[in-house]
């Protein structure tokens, strides 16, 4: 059964994007089957992942309308290691027709039916907004990766996210979980970057991913190439940060399975 993430925040430019295509390729370097979908309309993670996002015959938005299957869709054994279900402007069209459907909130859910034994990591780029296009993801999700700047409107922003995640599993997902904070851009040398992380640490405790993410030249660069930074820079900063944050996803995960696994004792 594969573990589906939404990697979502409300605000943009928070590398949300950026840990979407590199913890995928990260993933897929530690051997697990990993498919990332792109649901931003920008189609950014699908250009990062090597794709032309104007030349696929179907994207996420023709498995969101019934027009392609998901299995149609997907992009296999794509240079990035992983594969790709792929996004762009054709979503913002996808957003509108969903309004008419009958159970829309429910289209992408259904459609990972067919795929999710498949993978051991179906990961979903979101939009930077709350819209229909989010709404499928984190119906169709079982946690939730946010990742954020340590910044002055960081917390605003991530309480009106959590009340979206509330509503959420309190009326069609309720067994949507965070699935962690991934504190991106970080810069240790900045007082108030420092000041933001302990307070997301005091309130939300193990929930914050112990890496951090960097601000790096390297991983800047790599969406310019087509390329996950681990591909385009396996030594840079960037890269070994992403592969730390993999390892942490995986042993969370390892660490889950075995509580549900060990029978209560009375």
């Given at each position: ?13 928070v ?23 792109d649901?931003d ?26 027009d ?39 289209q ?28 499928n ?48 851009m970080?810069?240790p ?6 000041q ?12 914050v ?18 390329l ?26 390892e660490?889950r ?10």
């Amino acid at each position: 059964m594969s573990r589906i993430i939404a990697v979502t925040n409300q605000k943009g430019g928070v590398g949300k994007t950026t840990t979407s295509v590199n913890l995928s390729a990260s993933l897929a370097a530690m051997k697990r089957r990993v498919l990332l979908i792109d649901m931003d309309p920008q189609g950014n993670a699908t250009m990062g992942s090597g794709i032309d996002k104007n030349n696929v015959e179907y994207s996420a938005c023709d498995v969101l309308l019934g027009d392609s299957s998901i299995q149609d869709a997907i992009f296999r054994d794509t240079d990035a290691g992983y594969d790709v279900l792929p996004g762009n402007a054709d979503l913002t069209a996808a957003e509108v027709g969903l309004m008419e459907m009958e159970g829309r909130e429910q289209q992408l859910r259904l459609a990972l039916e067919a795929v999710s034994e498949q993978y051991d990591y179906v990961l979903i780029d979101c939009p930077p907004s709350l819209n229909m296009l989010t709404i499928n993801a984190l119906v169709a999700s079982h946690g939730v990766l946010i990742p954020m700047q340590c910044e002055y409107y960081a917390l605003e922003g991530l309480t009106a996210l959590l009340d979206t995640i509330e509503q959420i599993r309190s009326s069609v997902n309720e067994a949507l979980v965070i699935e962690g904070l991934i504190r991106t851009m970080f810069d240790p040398r900045n007082n108030l970057a420092n000041q933001v992380s302990s307070q997301l640490i005091l309130h939300f405790g193990d929930k914050v991913y112990r890496t951090l993410i960097p601000r790096n030249v390297r991983l800047a660069e790599a969406p310019s190439h087509g390329l996950p930074i681990l591909h385009y820079d396996k030594t840079s900063r960037g890269a070994l940060s992403y592969l730390a944050l993999a390892g942490e996803v995986i042993r969370r995960e390892e660490q889950r399975d075995h509580v549900e696994s060990t029978p209560a004792t009375a």
